[in-house]
């Protein structure tokens, strides 16, 4: 099971990214795990996580989350804005998995 993380200011904006990209796993038959969580909650949630996505509203927090993801050895990048703002599940779930397989 791939698990995916994503973090935004209040966890709110990316619900329907996550509903997206769940969509397109199970058309892919992929076995995931997809919630959006707020910043203050973003530690935490990557204790269970396989990757964190930073919300493009949040870049400036990817420093900080960095630190983290490299005590729980998960990769995190921040979603293309594009992505984003067209609230493409098939891309974000793309780069997820890209940064899964390493």
Known sequence: MKRIVLACSAGM?????VTKM???????GLD???WAVAQ?????AMKEA??????PQMRFMKR???????QE????????????GRIDGKAVL???LKLIEG
């Open 22 to 28: 769940e969509e397109e796993a199970t058309s892919r």
């Open 64 to 70: 900080k989350f960095q630190e983290i993801a490299d």
């Open 40 to 44: 203050d909650k973003a530690p935490e």
């Open 94 to 96: 793309d780069h997820a």
């Open 73 to 84: 050895n998960i990769p995190l990048d921040v979603i293309d804005a594009m992505s984003y």
């Open 13 to 17: 904006s990316t619900s329907l990214l």
């Open 32 to 34: 995931t795990k997809i």
């Open 50 to 55: 396989d990757v964190l996505l930073i919300g």
